[in-house]
């Protein structure tokens, strides 16, 4: 059996999607904790194990990923200060259970010292794989292209694309991209111990980007760079996001402005056997109903 956990985010769907579309339904694990939510249900419909799963619960952890040969951890969107608690809690459930294999979506230079969840979450868990003695794979994931189109409505309506960076270049991917790969390794025989980073075949700049968007959708679209420290104001107050999680993005833009994610890597193609879209490529399906 294959286990996901957070059944009931936007990256697992895209994963829990890309192994039903291969005919694998009947071998997949989900874990959430909601096992009442409208998606779990339809998953349970379609024969998909769901099971109650958390990671601030150890035993619970355990139980949920008895008879998976595979797992993928996938972090919560909870505070900083307990991500890393949560995914040490999953590791040792899954050797507790008899897991032998973890993977786990990790973030894109995962050594920057300016990111904060790189350096609080993900560096420690990365770690903490390494010396488990299972069996792992970790997958460095660039930016979601997506958080371009977060307001897309907005943008199109004012003309203006606000996100941090200035005009430093920056790889991304989409995050169904990204679930496709997911659950390539998660449906193959993957060796141990590979760390992938997974971003689309160049970088980009906001500017670049905006400019993308004026032709795609047709509208005039402008960059305007909002600085790594207001960053988590501004996504608070139009995007609706709680602050002490907001506040954890200012490292993450800092990072963007220091270039620390102009980089470029293979990998996804190597999984894959076909190279990402390219970030117009995803503002089409954006612009046509898709993601």
Same mark, same amino acid.
């Given at each position: *059996?294959?286990?996901?956990?957070?059944?009931?985010?936007?990256?697992?769907?895209?994963?829990?999607?890309?192994?039903?579309?291969?005919?694998?339904?009947?071998?997949?694990?989900?874990?959430?904790?909601?096992?009442?939510?409208?998606?779990?249900?339809?998953?349970?419909?379609?024969?998909?194990?769901?099971?109650?799963?958390?990671?601030?619960?150890?035993?619970? *952890?355990?139980?949920?990923?008895?008879?998976?040969?595979?797992?993928?951890?996938?972090?919560?969107?909870?505070?900083?200060?307990?991500?890393?608690?949560?995914?040490?809690?999953?590791?040792?459930?899954?050797?507790?259970?008899?897991?032998?294999?973890?993977?786990?979506?990790?973030?894109?230079?995962?050594?920057?010292?300016?990111?904060?969840?790189?350096?609080?979450?993900?560096?420690?868990?990365?770690?903490?794989?390494?010396?488990?003695?299972?069996?792992?794979?970790?997958?460095?994931?660039?930016?979601?292209?997506?958080?371009?189109?977060?307001?897309?409505?907005?943008?199109?309506?004012?003309?203006?694309?606000?996100?941090?960076?200035?005009?430093?270049?920056?790889?991304?991917?989409?995050?169904?991209?990204?679930?496709?790969?997911?659950?390539?390794?998660?449906?193959?025989?993957?060796?141990?111990?590979?760390?992938?980073?997974?971003?689309?075949?160049?970088?980009?700049?906001?500017?670049?980007?905006?400019?993308? *968007?004026?032709?795609?959708?047709?509208?005039?679209?402008?960059?305007?760079?909002?600085?790594?420290?207001?960053?988590?104001?501004?996504?608070?107050?139009?995007?609706?996001?709680?602050?002490?999680?907001?506040?954890?993005?200012?490292?993450?833009?800092?990072?963007?402005?220091?270039?620390?994610?102009?980089?470029?890597?293979?990998?996804?193609?190597?999984?894959?056997?076909?190279?990402?879209?390219? *970030?117009?490529?995803?503002?089409?399906?954006?612009?046509?109903?898709?993601?």
């Amino acid at each position: *059996m294959i286990f996901v956990s957070g059944a009931n985010g936007q990256f697992s769907r895209a994963v829990i999607e890309s192994i039903l579309a291969a005919g694998r339904g009947n071998e997949l694990a989900v874990g959430t904790r909601n096992v009442d939510s409208p998606f779990a249900q339809e998953l349970a419909a379609q024969g998909v194990s769901v099971r109650h799963a958390d990671f601030l619960d150890p035993d619970l *952890m355990q139980s949920a990923l008895e008879g998976c040969a595979k797992a993928l951890f996938i972090p919560t969107y909870d505070t900083n200060d307990v991500r890393l608690q949560q995914n040490l809690n999953a590791l040792e459930a899954a050797r507790a259970a008899g897991v032998g294999h973890v993977v786990y979506p990790s973030f894109i230079n995962a050594e920057s010292p300016l990111v904060e969840h790189s350096r609080l979450v993900h560096l420690p868990t990365e770690q903490a794989i390494r010396d488990s003695g299972l069996a792992f794979t970790i997958l460095r994931h660039a930016l979601y292209a997506d958080v371009m189109v977060s307001d897309l409505q907005d943008t199109l309506a004012t003309g203006v694309l606000h996100r941090p960076g200035g005009e430093a270049r920056c790889a991304y991917v989409a995050r169904a991209d990204l679930g496709i790969s997911a659950a390539q390794v998660l449906m193959r025989d993957e060796p141990s111990g590979r760390t992938y980073s997974e971003t689309m075949e160049r970088t980009y700049s906001g500017s670049e980007i905006a400019d993308m *968007m004026s032709e795609v959708f047709g509208r005039p679209v402008r960059y305007q760079s909002i600085a790594a420290v207001d960053w988590p104001h501004y996504v608070t107050e139009h995007w609706g996001v709680p602050l002490e999680i907001s506040k954890s993005m200012v490292g993450t833009s800092l990072a963007l402005e220091a270039g620390d994610f102009d980089l470029v890597s293979p990998d996804y193609g190597e999984i894959t056997g076909h190279p990402p879209r390219t *970030m117009r490529a995803f503002l089409e399906s954006v612009r046509d109903g898709g993601n």
